[in-house]
């Protein structure tokens, strides 16, 4: 049994609390002065009366923390704001008793701070003890810590429901049974504790009370140790709280137990744990006059905790009494009516205006907070298969743990030895495995964690707001939030690198922006809408994060053209920090690592594709190109050698320089915008060189890191036109192309330009005069053949050899396919001998149908390079016209298979 810590610390509280609490003699003597606990002038004084440290303060004194007296135990407790279960082993530990071991915790009599101070148990040999203040004269038996497998206690003798309550492991401790109202109509409750091996219920026959004493545990205790980071709902009854967790599924929701007039005897210290901010909480009363008097005294109490506190204000009309399990709502429904009733706290008495300030700004979302958790140390995100995330309170950052990675190394990574020594002690230090258990639990409670809700840096669109993440710092509408204080979103923004992003300067305004779009516009493009093209990407890049289609484009040229003077002069100096650099034989693994979270643009250098490993290198980072395009749902996922899976989505804008492209599956060539520069070549040297001095000056002149800030402070500013400017462009240009994603392809891109043009959204009719008075022919040349009609070009334009009478000559198999059907005429090469040629490559003509056979080994052969080497028969099925054939038989090739026949008028 545990040693009686009241008894022993009776008639030395002074000397308790100078060393526990700090508190000097002055503080510890009978007269009017300043409490320690709240402050003040003359409102507090300790006449420790009887020897068990009493004391009295008109401010913060009594047990509803509204004015009266209290006893040394509930001054320790309010001084260093710890649990009464905290206060007793700090006792203890000072008194130099020996500890509890690893027993339960027992129920403890305490005095509620009514400044009656009732007399201490008896030593625990006596089986009853003098009572608590409100039993009068008759003793008081320590109630026992029933057995986890006890079974509940029956409902009889006028009882018609019962509610457990709990300890924060979850294990029974006692239980409040409710009785038929009486004459009276007054509600009547029952504890129901364990004793001498059974459920006892109180009798007034009893000669001793033993009712579970103050501070008595919340109901939904386990709730608030499983669901560290939910917001919290406080509301009147157990049986309201019941129904209140069904209409609130992510709030977690509690009570107290005996009714309004005992909100003083509750322990209300888990809502602000030891050294933790306090939850936020938000209170329900019922409708009537004892909930609405309640409720703000209860918001004082935990505003002093430290929690941020919302109170809701039922409307007048309601029933008298009525409360949230009268409520006929889903839990949609619900949520709307708690939004609806919310009513602003007035600020705490004696707070100052930077106080309720804060209080004003406190987030009230129910989402997880995305900065550090308001000082916590660390904040549980939730599992995925056999790791744990957390996010650190200090750094800023997630963390992702295996189940073998809780480890001493590793957890004091997310808090501070002190933080595990203070919760789970153990006699060599921490007990580290009970410390893993309780984490595992944590996690499970937080639910599952999708790593695709980690952002990094760039600009995001989060629940219908811009937002810019600068590695330390987030910068939202309505202001700078720094990356560790609390901010609520569903999404988590982790501590990187920090960027300098555009910070206070002043937005270009669009006299200012013309100098880019004119600058750009100078530069010898092949195509002339090239340079609009340009703006665009450049205008879109630092806010890539925040489109719902992000285009790529491949800048093309010789030597001698201008590539690198766009890039080193132009971009880069616009882009600033935001542009993530690479050149050479980056592979797309490194390029995805390097990525990571962020939502950057990629500026890729030197993009060659000449050799054969150059090409899978590229057509790897194309892959991963095409991913970033769409914001979908999608992730990327990449295994391990360890057999964990790690996920990826990617939010960059690329743009490639070379001098050609490697483009050549059909969706690539849809996301890409070619921009080809001229030959120098074609130019006169004289006006060459003149050209290239007058735009060397203005690059000089114009173009620098400051431009770029401002650039991009403007850009930032506009994401919500330039979303909506977006929507008008990718209509009118699909329109323009007959394809949806040429619209979305080059319809971003022009409303990237647009927002140099203007700050507001363009009408329909705007953008079809900005995409009209452009030339698009060659964009559109070089995405509107589709696959399938690549396929079959790629097949008839493969060079065959033709063995003739007297020697050999080369001609195309689509040469071949006209000699054979008539429609031309060769010399060296008869019909007959043209068809024995295609027959050995799988192609047989059945006029008005060219045969393709769908497993030729020579067209495998043809395609070896192409996207359709294994699977071309399912591709040319997509040309007009084709049908399925089979069995056939190729005569010249000595085979029969089914083939796919394609309609000669579509060749």
């Keep these: 049994m545990a040693t009686d810590v009241m008894t022993a610390a009776n008639g030395r509280w002074k000397e308790i609390l100078k060393a526990l609490a700090g508190l000097p003699v002055e503080q510890l003597s009978n007269r009017h002065q300043p409490c320690p606990a709240c402050g003040g002038r003359d409102r507090y004084r300790f ?5 068990n440290g009493s004391w009295f ?56 701070g009514n400044g009656s101070g009732g007399k201490l148990p008896a030593p625990p040999a006596t089986p009853a003890a003098t009572g608590l203040p409100g039993h009068a004269s008759r003793p008081w038996r320590q109630p026992e810590v029933p057995p986890a497998d006890a079974a509940p206690p029956e409902l009889e003798r006028g009882a018609i429901a ?42 007034r026959r009893d000669p001793f009370s033993c009712e579970w004493p103050a501070p008595r545990p919340l109901y939904g205790l386990p709730g608030l140790a499983q669901r560290p980071d939910a917001p919290v709902l406080v509301v009147e009854g157990e049986g309201t709280a019941d129904a209140a967790a069904l209409l609130f599924p992510d709030h977690v929701v509690i009570s107290w137990a005996n009714g309004t007039n005992a909100i003083g005897k509750a322990d209300w210290q888990p809502l602000a744990p030891l050294g933790l901010a306090g939850r936020t909480v938000t209170l329900w009363p019922d409708a009537d006059a004892p909930g609405r008097k309640a409720m703000p005294r209860l918001a004082s109490l935990l505003r002093e905790q430290g929690c941020s506190v919302q109170l809701v204000e039922p409307p007048p009309d309601l029933p008298q009494g009525w409360d949230l399990a009268d409520a006929d709502w889903s839990p949609a429904e619900a949520a709307e009516q708690l939004q ?103 996690s499970i409670a937080a639910g599952l964690f999708t790593p695709d809700r980690i952002r990094g840096r760039g600009a995001w669109w989060d629940d219908s707001r811009p937002l810019l993440h600068l590695g330390d710092r987030l910068v939202t509408p309505e202001g700078e939030h720094l990356i560790t204080t609390p901010f609520r979103s569903r999404y988590v923004y982790q501590r990187m690198p920090r960027l300098d992003g555009p910070g206070d300067v002043e937005p270009l305004s669009v006299q200012e922006a013309a100098v880019i779009v004119s600058i750009a516009n100078r530069f010898h493009w092949d195509v002339p809408a090239s340079g609009t093209l340009l703006v665009g990407w450049v205008v879109l890049g630092p806010i890539c994060g925040s489109l719902r289609w992000r285009p790529h484009v491949w800048l093309t040229g010789g030597a001698g053209s201008g590539k ?27 390029l995805r690592q390097s990525i990571c979270s962020d939502a950057v643009p990629v500026v890729f250098d030197e993009a060659e594709s000449n050799e054969r490993p150059d090409q899978q290198r590229m057509q790897g980072i194309l892959s991963l190109a095409r991913v970033a395009s769409s914001e979908s749902g999608a992730s990327l996922l990449k295994g391990s050698p360890s057999g964990e899976v790690s996920r990826y989505r990617v939010r960059s804008m690329f743009l490639l320089s070379s001098i050609a492209t490697a483009l050549k599956q059909g969706a690539d060539r849809s996301r890409f915008a070619q921009l080809t520069l001229r030959n120098p070549a074609e130019l006169p040297k004289g006006e060459r060189e003149m050209h290239w001095v ?42 323009h ?49 589709s696959d399938e009609q690549r396929c079959i070009q790629t097949i008839l334009q493969h060079p065959l050899r033709v063995e003739c009478a007297d020697r050999s000559v080369t001609r195309t198999i689509g040469e071949l396919v006209e000699l054979a059907a008539h429609q031309a005429h060769d010399l060296e090469i008869s019909a007959e001998l043209a068809a024995q040629a295609l027959a050995r490559q799988g192609l047989r003509l059945e006029p008005p149908h060219l045969l393709v056979s769908n497993t030729a080994e020579p067209i495998a052969h043809i395609l070896r390079e192409s996207a359709w080497a294994h699977g071309w028969a399912v591709v040319l099925l997509r040309l007009a016209g084709a049908q399925r054939r089979g069995p056939v038989r190729f005569c010249g090739a000595g085979m029969v298979t089914r083939a796919v026949a394609i309609p000669l008028a579509v060749l």
């Excluded at 189940?403 to 997310?414: D, E, G, I, P």
């Excluded at 690198?564 to 980056?586: E, H, K, N, Q």
């Design 47 to 51: 006449d420790d009366r009887d020897g």
């Design 737 to 785: 192309f007959d394809s949806q994603r040429l619209g979305d392809q080059y319809g971003t891109l022009m409303a990237g330009a647009w927002s140099l043009l203007s700050d507001v959204v363009p009408t329909q009719e705007e953008a079809e005069q900005c995409i009209a008075c452009h030339d698009w022919e060659s964009y559109s040349q070089s995405t509107e053949l």
């Design 694 to 735: 007058s735009l060397d000056r203005d690059l000089d002149r114009h173009i620098s890191s400051e431009l770029g800030r401002r650039l991009i402070a403007r850009t930032v500013g506009l994401i919500p036109m330039i979303r909506q400017a977006e929507g008008v462009f990718t209509r009118v240009a699909a329109r």
């Design 57 to 112: 303060c008109n401010q913060c004194g009594g047990k509803d923390h509204l004015g009266g007296g209290g006893t040394g135990i509930d001054l320790l407790m309010r001084v260093r704001r710890w649990s009464f279960r905290q206060a007793c082993e700090e006792v203890e530990r000072y008194l130099g008793l020996d500890p509890a071991g690893t027993e339960r915790h027992r129920p403890q009599p305490v005095s509620t």
């Design 340 to 442: 609806q009733w919310l009513q602003p706290l007035p600020a705490a008495q004696g707070a100052s205006n930077q106080d309720a300030e804060a209080d004003r700004q406190e987030p009230t979302s129910a989402e997880s907070p995305a900065g550090g958790g308001g000082g916590a140390p660390f904040q549980c995100l939730g599992y995925d298969g056999e790791a744990s995330y957390y996010r650190s309170g200090r750094t800023g950052q997630v963390l992702r743990l295996s189940r073998s990675a809780h480890t001493a190394t590793h957890l004091v990574a997310l808090a501070p030895l002190a933080h595990w020594e203070t919760l789970y002690p153990s006699r060599t230090g921490v007990n580290w495995s009970a410390a893993a258990s309780d984490l595992y639990e944590r």
């Design 162 to 203: 019962q509610w457990c309550y709990r300890d924060a492991a979850g294990n029974p401790l006692f239980w409040i049974q409710r009785l038929c109202p009486g004459r009276s109509g007054r509600k009547g409750f029952l504890h129901r504790v364990w004793l001498d091996g059974g459920w006892h219920r109180p009798s």
């Design 564 to 590: 690198s003077a766009i890039l080193d002069r132009y971009i880069t100096p616009l882009l600033g920090d935001f542009a993530l650099l690479v050149s050479g034989s980056t592979t797309e693994a490194a």
